[in-house]
């Protein structure tokens, strides 16, 4: 075990691209995701003036707001933005599998973050993250290591398309249940949201007055994006979709729990009639609400555009069958995300161990 360098290990490629770019996949920083370690989305054939090119197994580092935390392993020759810094292994010092796990972890990015310069758009220099520090053991070790840190991140991987298949099964039982909701909205039998939910925006809070994390007992408090932070008091209490009226992600869909508070640009959805809220909140959610928002600067939703909104409202023992159904697929996921949480706990001792 020794401490070296990150550029005595690795190198900023600097090959450019001098004759045509036909063939070649483009990347981008918005096709960088965060904390993701390998690329997995690209463009090919789209018009651009990238030339910075980039070889298979290569690390592409987003240098621009480095506290994104982007950094990823081609899988592929290509060409790539300005804002990416190509870096290379160096084979004889590093085994190329290892060096993505070093790049892609929180302490090289702070040291990316401290390192950076600029105000509105700060950039990180090779000359600079090439002086990052930290511990490497010997080939042998590295190759062991890589083994088992590439094992938790196809894990990882793993896990997260079973919540995803979750997500999606929750949806088509839905469909299979009640049919499309958009497409029901011009059945006879469709009426009104606000003829079966009281819906009505919540109050304003000052920015000031929200915090990011929660601490001591504060309240979620909903906005028009969706859950803003947490404030220190509460207007609400049971459980009630949330709609977002304003802002790009207007119509979002939230299910509140409990005590929460909700601005002035979210409309809390409650039922005056026998309807399930759990069942109630996914149908909201496959209305796909967006569509309905109006103003290009600032989209918004009115709630009388709310109210207006038709919807088939089943028996309720059907809804309450669906709710049930949702809550056991819930504990499913819930479970996976412990057990995900537990593997980034591992992947973070033995990064902080071994290469720390």
Known sequence: MSRVLLGDVAKERRETCKSSKDGYPIVGLEHLTPEEIKLTAWDEGKENTFSKFFREGDILFGRRRAYLKKAAVAPFDGICSGDITVIEPKPERIVPELLPF???NDALF???????AGSLSPRVKWENLKNYEFELPDMEKQRELAKILWAIDTTKKTYQKLLQKTDELVKSQFIEMFGDPIALEKSIK????GTVCFMKAGKFVKADDIHEV???GLYPCFGGNGLRGYVDRYIYDGEYPIIGR???LCGNVQYAKGQFYATEHAVVVQPTVRIDTVWLYHMLTLLNLNRLATGAA???????RLADVK??????ILQEQYATFVRQSDKSKFELEQARKELDSTYKRVIAGNLG
Do not use: T
Not at 190 to 193: D, E, K, R
């Open 298 to 304: 600032q989209p918004g939703l009115a709630v009388e």
């Open 102 to 104: 070093i790049i892609q």
């Open 246 to 248: 304003q802002g790009a």
């Open 214 to 216: 929660n601490e001591n």
């Open 190 to 193: 469709a009426v009104p949201l």
């Open 110 to 116: 702070d040291f990316a973050v401290g390192k950076s």
């Open 311 to 316: 919807i088939i409202v089943p028996p309720l």
